[in-house]
Structures are given as structure tokens and as C-alpha cells.
Nanobody
Framework: QVQLVESGGGLVQDGGSLRLSCAAS????????MGWYRQAPGKQRELVAS???????NYADSVKGRFTISRNNTKNMVYLQMNSLTPQDTAVYYC????????WGQGTQVTVSS
């Protein structure tokens, strides 16, 4: 079993920055993908960014150039640095880890005020 715990969400003004962290624990395969989804009220959950254990990254078009995903394989941590935030980035952000199955964190709220 794998547990994921997010931290770092909060309230920030338009144009501000936040850094999300996610700590994974449990039985974790060395080969995995980690990343972040988000879900805004009334909208479907969407992939924000992902990173393989090799370091290969993938971003949603809406966050390219503003968000940076990184990971520490030794600590089983994944991070999301979010810059130039806009109110459209307001959502609950969910950390995930996928190997043979998908694991989810409990979510952390990010609110960007205009």
C-alpha cells in the first residue's frame, strides 16, 4: 500500500507563487510516475504535470512556462512550483503516484484571488 500526503496549498494573490509538496510512503516501486492533477468546482479533474522516475516531465499546456515539477527519488517526494498564478488556477490539487495502479493524496486547496 502507498500513502501520499500533500502540503503547501493556500491562498495567494493573482501573480503570486506557491510550492506544493507530496510525500509518498509505503511499498513504492522504483519505477513510477508521480505528479499532480487538479479539480476546480464544476469541472473535471485534469492533469497538471507528471514526472517519471527517470526525470522525464509532462505539463498541461495551460501551465507550461509557469509551473515546474520536480522530484526527489531518495525521499519519495514530488514538488510543484507554481509561479504567475491566476484565478483560473484555483482548484484542489491532488498528488498521484502510479505504478501498477494509481494512488491519490487527499488533495490540497489552492486559491488565487484577483
Amino acid at each position: 500500500q502507498v500513502q501520499l500526503v500533500e502540503s503547501g496549498g493556500g491562498l495567494v494573490q493573482d501573480g503570486g507563487s506557491l510550492r506544493l509538496s507530496c510525500a509518498a510512503s509505503g511499498s513504492i516501486s522504483r519505477l513510477n510516475a508521480m505528479g499532480w492533477y487538479r479539480q476546480a468546482p464544476g469541472k473535471q479533474r485534469e492533469l497538471v504535470a507528471s514526472i517519471l522516475s527517470s526525470g522525464t516531465t509532462n505539463y498541461a499546456d495551460s501551465v507550461k512556462g509557469r509551473f515546474t515539477i520536480s522530484r526527489n527519488n531518495t525521499k519519495n517526494m514530488v514538488y510543484l512550483q507554481m509561479n504567475s498564478l491566476t484565478p483560473q488556477d484555483t482548484a484542489v490539487y491532488y498528488c498521484f503516484l502510479t505504478t501498477l495502479r494509481m494512488y491519490w493524496g487527499q488533495g490540497t486547496q489552492v486559491t488565487v484571488s484577483s
